[in-house]
């Protein structure tokens, strides 16, 4: 036996699905791949990676859509002054669950999480660098009964974002042939805005996947100016494509997210270690606790966790890890909602910062 064939079947090994999840097949998994890989890429380029043919790929990957198992997410993201943050909320006993339904309807709150921790609550908050809008989260997390404490931290730098993780089904040589930052030639570097992009998407929210001869009809613009625009968008940052899943029904579901104190000098060297780990989901640098690096891990047991802990101090032995959480339940996840089995159950508007900079007035989907 070659070492390919060994390393397929110790990864078919890894991916085995938990016995009370029957609803994914490793075929599911690995068009899962291959749609984060390129949620833009054609049914035919598709069918080439994952080795089927283009009506078939859309046929299952329609079925997972109206199944709620997976889903695209267009992400797009403000030019010019808004921020992340990460808020973890201690709650009064039983309020979690109720703390956090209610703040999943608020639109800056991004991704919302229940854990097991010194806090009850983890989440991703998109807001303006303006003094008010501050004020009105505070006024928002103040009105809502049950929240006892919160810590705080702004996210400097993203070393890995959620739209870079993989099931880890596809065969690395069929993903690199599909994956869209190592096929596509860089156009731009820095964005300059265009009257179309604000159409653009728009369009892209309403479906990722929409042609671009279909847009060209609706925007009555030229189609390879169209597909330019694109392309500078997403190699820009301004809006992320990706493909979103309901975990409890995928190999490596359990959430962990670690927060670390790390000597500054190594920061970068920690935070590009930790993206390659193909366990990590985010990377991030952080302002404002003595954590300045927190990352969330899936696996399939949190004992496994402590396999990337381990690593990690082994090759930064003045890192620090000073808090730790384990997943239990996601509320809400790139603005949209989720119901208690991790399947989508429907979206929530974009934040104010992100509509007002686009000037866009759609919620999403």
Not at 107 to 122: I, K, R, W
Not at 155 to 174: C, H, M, P
Not at 253 to 278: F, H, K, N, Y
Not at 285 to 300: D, I, K, Q, R
Request: proline share 6%; aromatic share 4%; net charge positive.
């Amino acid at each position: 036996m070659n070492d390919d064939t060994s390393r397929r079947k110790s990864q078919r090994r890894r991916l085995t699905l938990p016995e009370n999840s029957v609803v994914l097949k490793e075929s599911d998994l690995t068009l899962i791949d291959a749609l984060a890989a390129d949620p833009r890429a054609t049914w035919k380029e598709i069918g080439r990676a994952v080795d089927s043919d283009a009506t078939t790929c859309a046929r299952r990957w329609k079925r997972l859509e109206e199944t709620r198992l997976a889903w695209l997410v267009a992400q797009p993201f403000s030019a010019t002054g808004v921020s992340s943050s990460f808020i973890d909320l201690s709650c009064q006993p039983g309020h979690a669950a109720t703390v956090g339904e209610q703040l999943s309807a608020l639109p800056s709150v991004t991704s919302a999480e229940m854990v097991l921790g010194d806090y009850d609550l983890h989440l991703t908050v998109l807001q303006s660098a303006e003094p008010s809008t501050v004020e009105v989260l505070d006024r928002e997390l103040a009105a809502i009964t049950g929240v006892r404490r919160q810590r705080k931290q702004l996210i400097l730098r993203t070393f890995k974002d959620g739209s870079r993780w993989r099931v880890g089904a596809l065969e690395k040589a069929a993903y690199r042939r599909i994956d869209y930052d190592r096929t596509t030639r860089p156009i731009v570097s820095r964005y300059r805005p265009h009257p179309l992009d604000r159409r653009i998407i728009a369009l892209l929210l309403h479906d990722v996947r929409t042609p671009v001869r279909t847009m060209a009809e609706r925007l009555d613009g030229n189609p390879t100016l169209i597909k330019r625009r694109i392309d500078i968008l997403r190699q820009c940052g301004q809006i992320a494509l990706r493909v979103d899943c309901a975990r409890p029904y995928l190999p490596l579901s359990q959430s962990i997210t670690l927060w670390a104190s790390v000597p500054a000098p190594q920061l970068s060297d920690v935070g590009t270690m930790l993206a390659a780990e193909p366990q990590t989901r985010i990377v991030a640098e952080t302002l404002g606790t003595e954590a300045n690096l927190v990352f969330s891990l899936l696996v399939n047991q949190p004992s496994e966790a402590s396999a990337v802990e381990s690593h990690l101090l082994s090759q930064f032995p003045q890192v620090r890890v000073v808090d730790r959480a384990v997943g239990i339940r996601y509320f809400k996840r790139v603005m949209h909602l989720l119901g208690p089995d991790g399947r989508n159950a429907g979206t929530t508007d974009l934040p104010d910062t992100v509509t007002s900079s686009w000037q866009l007035d759609q919620p999403v989907g």
